[in-house]
């Protein structure tokens, strides 16, 4: 019965580099949704996918930055040229639609 | 203006205390309110999650919502060191159940 997986867990990269974050939702979900976590702060939201299409992405930065969610395999944030305020928590939540999300143990990316 | 706002804190209790946790909020759509908890460096887990205005019990914890008052409370009965974490609101509107707005967190410490 696993729950909402996130991976890398950890992701180190330079200024200028493409970091790809991978978040597959639970069993019999299909509304997937990413937030970043800045340290001492709450969560906001980024973007609101179900299977190959993009419902909200009022959170999302507008360059640089994109989600996808295939019919197939899990849903990708991307995020192109990293820069150092890019570092943060990646967190990616999963619900069958009736509101409540479950989340998954994020994606910490440091930017050097 | 933040959309939603939560009591700061850091909080920090004996054990078997009473714990209080407080956001208010602007946004008269809201409907749906949750209360996340999340240890250090772990993704947020759900604790309650109630519709609308009224209380909802489990276990030792208990949710009041006000809509009147714009005012939603977490409420922590005989508080354990295991309590220990930072407690995020959260609330999404009747219209788009996917996106939730979150408060920024208030750390809880129980003493033994």
């Known amino acids: 019965n696993a729950g909402v997986m996130q991976n890398p867990r950890h992701l180190v990269r330079r200024r200028g580099q493409e970091a790809r974050l991978r978040c597959s939702p639970m069993?019999?979900?299909?509304?997937v949704y990413w937030y970043r976590q800045l340290p001492e702060e709450g969560l906001k939201f980024m973007v609101y996918?179900?299977?190959?299409?993009?419902?909200?992405e009022s959170g999302m930065p507008k360059e640089r930055f994109s989600a996808e969610f295939p019919k197939e395999g899990p849903s990708i944030l991307r995020i192109q040229q990293v820069v150092r305020g890019d570092s943060a928590a990646y967190f990616c939540?999963?619900?069958?639609?009736?509101?409540?999300?479950?989340f998954g143990p994020g994606t910490r990316l440091t930017v050097l | 203006q933040k959309e939603v706002e939560q009591d700061p804190g850091p909080l920090s209790v004996p054990e078997g205390a009473i714990v209080s946790l407080n956001c208010t909020y602007s946004?008269?759509?809201?409907?749906?309110f949750m209360w996340y908890r999340q240890y250090s460096r772990k993704g947020p887990e759900l604790l309650m999650y109630?519709?609308?205005?009224g209380n909802k019990e489990d276990g030792r914890f208990t949710a009041q919502v006000d809509k009147s008052s714009k005012y939603i409370s977490l409420f922590i009965r005989d508080s354990q060191p295991s309590d220990s974490a930072t407690y995020l609101c959260?609330?999404?509107?009747?219209?788009?159940?996917?996106?939730?707005?979150f408060g920024d967190g208030t750390t809880l410490t129980v003493k033994p």
């Open positions: 939540a999963s619900s069958s639609g009736a509101g409540e999300q479950f």
């Open positions: 069993k019999g979900h299909s509304h």
């Open positions: 996918l179900q299977k190959e299409n993009i419902i909200d």
């Open positions: 946004n008269s759509a809201f409907q749906y």
């Open positions: 109630t519709y609308s205005s």
């Open positions: 959260a609330m999404s509107s009747n219209t788009n159940a996917g996106k939730s707005t």
